[in-house]
């Protein structure tokens, strides 16, 4: 199965990776390709994806480890709701940006 919180990484961070990996996961994520059909599509094995697919959600879930952009955004963005529910004050929401 499919995880889809890798492919929001991928929006993340997909420009970090190589040609290759982008394409190939572009095929198998986004436009919903069996392993199979990506290899006959770009001419390697189907195990070959596979592994390139699996270092490829290795990596971008690395990324996040170290650079947690899309955890930090996630945690602006509810903020910024909080702040137009009035459940923070803007200080507290510039506090967390400056210390971003």
């Known amino acids: 199965m499919k995880d889809l919180n890798i492919t929001i990484l991928f929006d993340y961070y997909g420009e970090c990776l190589t040609d290759k990996q982008r394409e190939l996961f572009d095929f198998y994520y986004n436009e ?3 392993l199979a059909e990506v290899a006959q599509n770009v001419g390697i094995s189907r195990q070959g994806v596979r592994d390139s697919v699996k270092r490829t959600e290795q ?3 690395e990324f996040e480890n170290k650079l947690h952009l899309c955890e930090k955004t996630d945690t602006l963005k509810k903020m910024a709701k909080d702040l137009k529910q009035g459940s923070i004050s803007q ?3 510039l506090k967390y940006i ?3």
């Open 91 to 93: 200080q507290e929401l």
């Open 32 to 34: 919903d390709f069996s």
């Open 59 to 61: 990596q971008l879930i």
């Open 98 to 100: 400056e210390n971003f």
